[in-house]
């Protein structure tokens, strides 16, 4: 095998990987997203718990005891 041909393999393999691992930063990407929508809304649904709960200031608003 001549240099030349193992060097193009290598880059093929590299950018094969490369590839590769774009597509798993994207797929990382979208569930990082849906995930911080998941979070967003079950924060909002807490909040709205605690507002119905009672009438007192919802605990994420009260300052913490050593203040």
Known sequence: MSDTQALEEKIAHL???VA???DEVARRGKEIDRMSRLVGMLAE???AREADASDSIPLADQRPPHW
């Open 15 to 17: 950018e094969r990987m």
């Open 20 to 22: 590769d691992l774009s």
């Open 45 to 47: 649904r807490e909040a």
